[in-house]
């Protein structure tokens, strides 16, 4: 039916049609030149009398006003586009705050772990079972020197002697240093093998022999099991002399101190077991000694440094002050998060067995005490911003020129529509119309969204905020407390080293004179000087005044006492107990007596003393001798120090109220009293708090939904720090905008998602599954929508696209990767006819004797032979970067391409041409291979039009062919390799000479080189 327009008779000035007319309807009369008026009319006429054309284009033009495409310029464009940057940024400082909240959690976990990691104990726990699980090879019980020597240089740790056992721990050999074999004359066998028998438990094992099974049991069958360990590790103590007692466990590190070795000593017993038959045996195993004088912390510390966590990066940070020469405590000294151009970081000091490794370098003297107060590092973990920041803002300057851009073509499009109307079509383009006019209610979406986000986020933003503030009050309330508490064990130990100088020039007299002025400015309640012989020195503060328990005074004379006494002029204990032994009435424990000599002036509380006061005890030590010749101890009152320290260095932070309450147990019944005032807590509602966060530390509440009140209860002091914050949210716009923008919002959302619904969501839908099946491999779906607009022309397309995409899929099979890259690119280039000059490897490789196997086998079993031999190739090839260019009969033609990817293609070549002839070997095949490196031309070869081969060609494809042809010369694999591939390998390939022949092409002789294996560097 001839289509039909209808043009109307009169149109107003706002407005005129422009008609299309069909290319049919103007054939007739388009080419002549001179065209008559009467022709003209009558065409048009029949025009009119048509009803539709399926080709027609109606454009409808229409003047608007100025200022009201300006309005929608700004409300559709500009401000959607300014929305749209201040929410991305707006999000990324969300997203940034947000990750290193939660990274911190992390970064705290990771500090601690850093920490102990510089503990040389765990150093030597590491590198011990970093050493002991890379070893293929059981060490020889008989060459013990030889086995110390190789752990020592393969951990970087010298160890100070070993003992070695063979299996079944029949016999072992040791091996010490000179100064351990000097302090060490002898070690009985009998109770040596005895005490390794009990430590591995190798009577709860398998014996490889009898007799030696039978001779051990015999060893323990009069001896109760659980005395005679205990006899075997006192055994153990005698021998190296130990203070502590310690149960050594094998595969752990066991800490001790020996006074004869000089300082602290640590064990590790690494037992080799096997499991056979369902039953354990032992092997053998090894017993390390380590001197801590001898380890290096400087190793432990680089080793804690590279055991960072995956993300996070572990350092060392140096201080501008020298605590040593301050008077006041390091503000530096604080762990404390912080932020610069490198990243986050969490910075913190050691831990204090670190502190005690490092300052007593493993001997019994703090030798390194200065040089590690004027020079201590601090702990840093950091977290890089790359990884803080949110995935998108490596684009927002993509993202910005993106927005402009749609702003400047807003621009456009509406002064293009001002000057020349626009285009209106029928079908999708409809739809399209319809949606943009749901735009212009974006604005107003995005500024309720960005309203109820910022409302949202400065809410727990605020409290938040105060949250952080709070406990970053009582981190530094904490910290400053340690410092507070560091001046005093500073003050302590300078009044030692007066004492000392006193004591040495025999002025007892002076010493009480000295402590009664010392005592003014202190806010110690005593000052104690144990002497030898019973002599004692007591000066008692006329300010700070703590009551004494019923035997305190007779329990510090008898402790001086025992420790002045406890040591000879070797500084050894005296005596040595064992259990069941009767003790002296001042015989004391080995191990508190290190605790109190090592704490060198640190407070510490003593709960047979007094459980409200905090000790410090610094001792002197004789000339030249080492052992205490006085005992200097200090006593203050927790609350006299609390106290001082909050009324004179305590800084209060702003925004944040504090009040301080002291905890006394009374009979059993916890009170709370005002740290200042004394005032007790009556209110039951803040006793409850008070209670809850005793114990758990912390206890926080919100009052009124506004103010935050968080308690903080000091684990080592009895003190509850009530910290409040008020007006924590602040206050925002009226609740009934909010609520009536917020409902306006919600149905306007509801209306525009129910047209796209029905419009264009129903048909995306139905493309997304189809899609995401062809993605998962199924390529027999289709489209599912019977539409007649848009949808169903792309119904039409996509239908196809999937024929097309399982073509594809079979064809893939028969074309090489190179190939299919030239066919996936979009340039016309891929498909031209033309190579370029590269450098590459060429490997031709045959299997041997398969035409002679043709004459045996069926012709499909040689089907499978060269199948099975395509296949290894094809992997060998794919592994090492080179591709299975082509077969010709029983011969394949590998290509290896030199690339800034894979520079080294003659090695790449050379591994994959020695794989294959593994692969080929283990069912019985022997290939011939001949391998060539040099510049080839690679490119597409064949005609435009028809079919195209991408392969290489040139002299370096001939000398492999013809290499190839001479590889059954090749006794060993098969493979012979050109001189060039050798150079180009530099040392790598272990080659071996056949000889010299004459090869075509070659004006001279050409060595022929069998290619044997390659060297790994």
């Not at 590279?306 to 604080?334: M, T, Y």
């Not at 506004?706 to 003190?719: E, G, K, N, T």
């Amino acid at each position: 039916m001839p289509n039909r327009l209808r043009v109307p008779r009169a149109m107003s000035h706002h407005a005129f049609c422009c008609v299309r007319l069909p290319q049919k309807n103007l054939r007739g009369f388009t080419d002549s030149k001179t065209l008559p008026q009467n022709a003209v009319s009558v065409h048009i006429q029949s025009v009119q009398q048509e009803a539709t054309m399926s080709e027609q284009i109606i454009r409808i033009k229409r003047r608007i006003n100025g200022l009201t495409l300006l309005l929608v310029w700004v409300m559709v464009f500009a401000l959607p586009a300014f929305l749209v940057l201040l929410s991305l940024h707006y999000l990324f400082d969300l997203a940034r705050v947000a990750r290193q909240r939660a990274i911190a959690g992390a970064m705290t976990s990771e500090m601690e772990v850093f920490r102990q990691d510089l503990v040389v104990s765990s150093f030597i726990q590491n590198s011990m079972d970093k050493y002991f699980a890379g070893l293929s090879d059981l060490p020889d019980y008989r060459d013990p020197a030889a086995v110390l020597a190789g752990l020592a240089s393969a951990t970087g740790i010298q160890p100070a002697g070993i003992i070695c056992h063979d299996a079944d721990t029949a016999d072992f050999a040791h091996h010490f240093t000179p100064f351990l074999a000097q302090q060490i004359k002898s070690l009985p066998r009998n109770l040596m093998r005895r005490y390794l028998v009990n430590l591995n438990q190798q009577l709860d094992c398998k014996f490889y022999s009898q007799q030696v099974e039978t001779a051990t049991r015999a060893m323990f069958r009069f001896a109760d099991a659980e005395r005679a360990g205990k006899d075997l590790d006192q055994f153990f103590r005698r021998v190296f002399t130990l203070i502590t007692e310690i149960p050594l466990i094998p595969q752990r590190v066991s800490k001790s101190i020996s006074s004869q070795l000089g300082g602290v000593v640590y064990f590790y017993y690494q037992p080799f077991i096997v499991d056979e038959a369902a039953a354990r045996f032992i092997k053998g195993g090894c017993l390390l000694i380590f001197r801590g004088a001898e380890i290096p912390w400087k190793n432990a510390a680089l080793a804690a440094a590279r055991r960072a966590s995956p993300g996070l990066l572990r350092s060392f940070v140096g201080q501008a002050n020298s605590l040593w020469n301050s008077d006041k405590n390091n503000p530096e000294i604080v762990t404390r998060f912080y932020e610069d151009s490198a990243g986050y970081h969490l910075i913190s000091t050691f831990s204090q067995t670190s502190l005690v490794d490092i300052t007593q370098g493993g001997t019994l003297l703090p030798v390194n005490l200065r040089s590690v107060a004027e020079k201590m590092p601090l702990l840093k973990v950091s977290v890089a911003w790359p990884q803080l920041q949110h995935p998108l803002l490596p684009w927002l300057s993509h993202i910005t020129f993106i927005c402009r851009l749609y702003v400047l073509f807003g621009a456009f499009f509406l002064l293009r529509f001002f000057f020349f109307g626009i285009e209106f079509r029928a079908g999708i383009t409809s739809k399209v119309v319809v949606g943009t006019g749901f735009v212009l209610l974006l604005p107003v979406l995005l500024l309720l969204a960005g309203f109820v986000t910022w409302h949202q986020f400065h809410r727990i933003y605020g409290w938040y905020i105060a949250e952080a503030r709070q406990k970053d009050a009582y981190v530094d309330f904490s910290e400053g407390f340690s410092g507070y508490q560091t001046t005093l064990q500073k003050s302590i130990f300078d009044l030692s080293q007066t004492v000392d100088k006193l004591l040495r020039t025999d002025r007892l007299r002076n010493i009480e004179s000295l402590f009664q002025k010392w005592l003014k400015d202190s806010i110690a309640s005593d000052l104690i000087l144990d002497l030898p012989d019973r002599q004692r020195i007591k000066v008692l503060s006329a300010k700070h005044r703590v009551l004494e328990g019923p035997q305190e005074d007779a329990n510090r004379r008898i402790t001086g006492f025992a420790i002045i006494n406890a040591f000879d002029e070797n500084g050894r204990f005296n005596d040595v107990f064992t259990e069941d032994q009767k003790r002296d009435a001042i015989a004391i424990d080995s191990q508190f007596v290190s605790e109190v000599i090592n704490r060198w002036g640190r407070l510490y509380q003593n709960l047979r003393f007094h459980q409200g006061s905090r000790f410090s005890t610094v001792y002197l030590h004789a000339p030249d001798q080492n052992r205490p010749s006085a005992l200097l101890n200090m006593k203050v009152g927790n609350e006299d120090m609390l106290r001082d320290y909050v009324q004179r260095h305590f800084v209060t932070v702003p925004d944040v109220q504090t009040d301080f309450y002291l905890l006394r147990d009374e009979d059993g019944i916890r009170r709370y009293y005002s740290l200042f005032d004394q005032r007790e807590v009556s209110e039951p509602e803040l006793l409850a708090s008070f209670n809850l966060a005793v114990t758990s530390g912390q206890h926080s509440r919100r009052i009124a939904n506004r103010d935050l009140v968080q308690i903080f209860a000091m684990s080592d002091y009895p003190l509850l720090l009530v910290m409040r914050s008020n007006n924590v949210t602040g206050h925002y716009g009226s609740l009934n905008f909010i609520v009536l923008l917020l409902a306006y919002a919600v149905l306007l959302l509801l209306f525009v998602f129910l047209v796209f619904m029905l419009i264009y969501l129903r048909p995306i839908r139905e493309f997304i599954r189809v899609t995401e099946a062809v993605a998962a491999g199924d390529y027999q779906q289709q489209v599912e929508l019977s539409q007649a607009d848009e949808f169903g022309d792309l119904k039409t397309t996509f239908d196809t696209m999937i024929h097309g995409l399982e073509q594809r899929r079979r064809l893939a099979h028969f074309v090489s990767s190179e190939v299919i890259k030239a066919v996936e690119s979009d340039s016309e280039e891929s498909m031209a006819v033309g190579g370029e000059r590269i450098d590459a490897t060429i490997a031709f490789v045959q299997l041997e004797k398969l035409q002679h196997l043709q004459a045996d086998a069926t012709a499909e079993q040689v089907f499978d032979i060269l199948s099975d031999f395509i296949a290894a190739a094809d992997l060998s090839a794919g592994q090492h970067g080179g591709v299975v260019d082509k077969l010709v009969e029983d011969t394949l033609m590998l290509v290896f391409r030199g690339n800034s990817e894979r520079p080294d293609h003659a090695a790449a070549a050379c591994a994959a041409v020695l794989d294959l002839e593994l692969k080929m070997r283990a069912p019985g095949l022997r290939i011939c291979a001949g391998i060539a490196s040099g510049p080839v031309v690679s490119g597409r070869i064949g005609s435009r039009l028809g079919k195209l081969d991408f392969t290489v060609i040139g002299d370096t494809v001939n000398l492999a062919a013809r290499l190839k042809a001479q590889a059954k010369k090749a006794a060993s694999t098969g493979i012979i390799i050109s001189p060039g591939a050798i150079r180009i390998l530099k040392g790598r390939a272990r080659v071996s000479f056949i000889e010299r022949v004459e090869i075509k092409g070659k004006s001279r002789e050409y060595p022929l080189y069998e290619l044997l294996s390659l060297r790994h560097t």
